[in-house]
C-alpha cells in the first residue's frame, strides 16, 4: 500500500508540475508569439528579397537510326563495320559528362559572364559554384539511355541560352569525333591499297627490265650465230613449241622476233594494263575515297522535348521557408520561455 501511495503521488505531483509547466508558458504567450513573429519576419524576408534561381532541363537519348545512315553509306559494300545508334550516342555522352568539356565551357563562357570583381576570387571556388549549378545526370535504371542537362540561373533566359550553347558544342565535338574516326578507318584501308598498287607497278617495272635484259642477251646469241628468223620444228603445236624456247633456249625465237619484242617493252610508257590485280585494287582505292559522310546529315543524339524558359523559380521555396521560419520562431520562443521560467524559479527558492 506504501508503494501504491507513493506511486500515486508521483503521478500526482507530474500532473502538477506538467499543469505548472503550461501555465507558465501561457503566461509568456505574448514573448513566445514575438519570437515566432520574428523569426517568420527574417524567413520572409529571405524568401521574398532573395534573388530566384530558375531552373533549365533539357534530356536527350539515343540518335534513330535515320539519323547516323549517312555514317554507313558505301559501308557496307565495302566490307566496313557499321556505325550503330549506340556507338554514336556513346561518344556524345561521354563528350557531355567530361571535364574537359565542362571545364571549357566555365572558361569560355561562365566566367566572362561574372563582373570583374567576381572573376577575381579563388578560381577552385568559382568552379565549384558553378558545378553546383551546372550538373549532367543520368537518370534510372528503367531509361539507362537518358542523360539530362540541369542549367540553374538567377536569368532564365540565361540559363537557357548557356544549355543551348553547351549542347551545340558538344554535339559539335562528338560529331566531328565520329567523322574523323570514320575518316580515318577510311584513310588507313586507303593508304593500303595504294601502297598495293604502288608495290604491283615497281614489281611489274622490275619484271619488264628483267625481261629486257633477257631479251638482250638471247638477241646477242641468235645474232652471233645468224638466227634471224626462229626455225621450223615440224610435228610440234605452238604450246610446245614456246615451251622449247623459253628460258636458255629463247635465242631459238629468233633475232627478229626478239628485236620487235624489245622494241615493245623499252618503249611501253606504263605497265598498268599488264597487271591483272590492279584495277580491282583502283576501284577499290576508288570506292573507299570517295565515302564522305555529310556532316550536315549526321546527328549523334536526340532531343527529347525543347528547351524552353523557365517561368517558375526552383529557389527559393517560399511557401516552405515560411512555414519552417514559423515552427523554428515557435520551439525558440518556446525554448526561451522555459529558461525564463526556470531563472524565475532558482530566483524564487534562493
Given at each position: 500500500m506504501t508503494d501504491n501511495s507513493y506511486l500515486r503521488g508521483a503521478h500526482r505531483n507530474d500532473e502538477i508540475d506538467l499543469v505548472e509547466l503550461l501555465h507558465g508558458l501561457w503566461g509568456q504567450r505574448w514573448l513566445i508569439a514575438l519570437v515566432t513573429i520574428l523569426v517568420t519576419t527574417c524567413a520572409a524576408g529571405y524568401a521574398f528579397l532573395s534573388k530566384p534561381v530558375y531552373e533549365s532541363r533539357t534530356y536527350f537519348l539515343q540518335p534513330s537510326?535515320?539519323?547516323?545512315?549517312?555514317?554507313?553509306?558505301?559501308?557496307?559494300?565495302?566490307?566496313?563495320?557499321?556505325?550503330t545508334e549506340h556507338g554514336v550516342y556513346a561518344v556524345f555522352t561521354r563528350n557531355l559528362q567530361a571535364e574537359e568539356s565542362i571545364r571549357r565551357f566555365f572558361k569560355?563562357?561562365?566566367?566572362?559572364?561574372?563582373?570583374?570583381?567576381?572573376?577575381?576570387?579563388?578560381q577552385d571556388r568559382l568552379y565549384e559554384r558553378f558545378r553546383k549549378a551546372f550538373s549532367i545526370r543520368a537518370q534510372d535504371k528503367v531509361q539507362p539511355d537518358r542523360y539530362s542537362l540541369v542549367v540553374e540561373s538567377h536569368d532564365p533566359a540565361l540559363a537557357v541560352e548557356w544549355a543551348r550553347r553547351y549542347i551545340d558544342e558538344v554535339?559539335?565535338?562528338?560529331?566531328?569525333?565520329?567523322?574523323?574516326?570514320?575518316?580515318?578507318?577510311?584513310?588507313?584501308?586507303?593508304?593500303?591499297?595504294?601502297?598495293?598498287?604502288?608495290s604491283l607497278r615497281i614489281a611489274a617495272k622490275t619484271r619488264r627490265e628483267d625481261r629486257i635484259t633477257q631479251l638482250k642477251e638471247a638477241l646477242k646469241v641468235a645474232e652471233?650465230?645468224?638466227?634471224?628468223?626462229?626455225?621450223?620444228?615440224?610435228?610440234?603445236?605452238?604450246?610446245?613449241?614456246?615451251?622449247?624456247?623459253?628460258?636458255?633456249?629463247?635465242?631459238?625465237?629468233?633475232?627478229?622476233?626478239?628485236?620487235?619484242?624489245?622494241?615493245?617493252l623499252e618503249g611501253r610508257t606504263s605497265d598498268d594494263p599488264f597487271i591483272p590485280e590492279l584495277r580491282n585494287l583502283e576501284e577499290a582505292y576508288d570506292r573507299f575515297t570517295s565515302m564522305q559522310a555529310d556532316p550536315a546529315?549526321?546527328?549523334?543524339?536526340?532531343?527529347?522535348?525543347?528547351?524552353?524558359?523557365?517561368?517558375?523559380?526552383?529557389?527559393?521555396?517560399?511557401a516552405l521557408i515560411?512555414?519552417?521560419?514559423?515552427?523554428?520562431?515557435?520551439?525558440?520562443?518556446?525554448?526561451?520561455?522555459?529558461?525564463r521560467l526556470m531563472l524565475k524559479k532558482r530566483s524564487v527558492a534562493v
Open positions: 537510326l535515320s539519323s547516323i545512315a549517312g555514317l554507313n553509306l558505301g559501308r557496307r559494300e565495302s566490307g566496313l563495320e557499321l556505325f569560355m563562357v561562365y566566367l566572362p559572364s561574372l563582373n570583374e570583381e567576381d572573376r577575381q576570387g579563388s554535339s559539335k565535338q562528338s560529331r566531328d569525333e565520329v567523322l574523323g574516326n570514320a575518316r580515318r578507318e577510311i584513310e588507313v584501308i586507303g593508304s593500303g591499297l595504294q601502297q598495293q598498287i604502288k652471233a650465230i645468224g638466227l634471224e628468223n626462229p626455225p621450223v620444228i615440224s610435228g610440234q603445236d605452238a604450246e610446245q613449241i614456246s615451251a622449247f624456247m623459253a628460258g636458255g633456249l629463247t635465242y631459238m625465237r629468233g633475232a627478229k622476233a626478239l628485236r620487235a619484242e624489245l622494241k615493245g546529315k549526321v546527328t549523334v543524339f536526340r532531343q527529347d522535348g525543347e528547351i524552353e524558359i523557365p517561368d517558375d523559380p526552383i529557389k527559393p521555396k517560399r515560411l512555414v519552417l521560419g514559423a515552427v523554428l520562431g515557435g520551439m525558440i520562443g518556446i525554448f526561451i520561455a522555459l529558461i
